[in-house]
C-alpha cells in the first residue's frame, strides 16, 4: 500500500478530499488516511474464471471453521490452485473479499486478538432468510446514514466501494422520507429522520441526536 501527503495549511483536508473525489470519478479508489494523507491499493486482477472459481472456494474454505484471513486465504488458494491468490485475499482493503459477502458466503466472525476471523453466514446464524436486494441496499443505506451522515453520493460509493456515485444516489433516493436533504457548508447532504437533528434551523446546521434533546440546542428539530 502506499501513501502520499498533501502540504498542510488550511483547508487541507477540503483539498484531500477533492483529491479523493477526482480520483473516484476517473476510476481509482482512494482513501483518506488522517488530515492530509491519502492511501493507494494495488490492483488486485483476476480473470473472469479465476474470480469465479475463487467465489465457489470461500464457502468451501469456510466449510466448519472460522478462519482469520491469513488462514483463509492460504486455502483458497489451495483449492483453486491459482498461483498468489493467497497474496492477493491477504493483500489491500479485503476488496476480493467483498463479493463473496455481497452474495452472503461470508461474514465477520469474533476476532482472535488483533486478527479478524470469518465464517459462514449459514453456519454462524444458524437459520436466517435472505433479504431482498432493495430492501439490503436500503438497510445499508440507513445503517450507512445513521453512522456516518450527513453524507452525500460520493461518500457513501466510496464507503461501499461502488464503480459509480450514480448508483449511491438511487440508494439515497430509495430511501423515500426516511431521509432528508440539509445544507451543511454549502453542500447539500443527506441525512436520516430521526437520528440526526437541526441543531440550527437558520444555518441548517445538523447535529447527532441521541434520543433526546442535544446538549446547547434547546428546540433542536428533527431532520
Known sequence: MAEGRIAGGRGVTDERDAVVNAAFSRGLLVLGAGKNSVRFSPPLILTREQAEAMLDAIPVALDGRQPTREELATEVARITRISGLDDKLKGGFGDLLKPAAFRGDLCFAPSDGRNVRFARP??????????????????????????????????????????????????????????????????????????????????????????????????????
Open 122 to 223: 449459514d453456519q454462524w446464524l444458524g437459520e436466517w432468510e435472505p433479504v431482498g436486494v432493495d430492501e439490503a441496499a436500503r438497510e445499508v443505506t440507513r445503517r450507512y446514514l445513521s453512522a456516518y451522515g450527513p453524507a452525500n453520493r460520493e461518500a457513501l460509493a466510496r464507503w461501499f466501494g461502488m464503480p459509480s456515485p450514480a448508483l449511491a444516489g438511487r440508494w439515497l433516493k430509495g430511501l423515500g422520507d426516511e431521509a432528508a436533504a440539509v445544507e451543511v457548508d454549502g453542500e447539500e447532504l443527506v441525512v436520516r429522520r430521526g437520528v440526526h437533528a437541526i441543531v440550527d434551523p437558520r444555518r441548517r446546521r445538523v447535529g447527532k441526536l441521541c434520543g433526546h434533546e442535544l446538549p446547547g440546542a434547546p428546540g433542536a428539530v428533527r431532520g
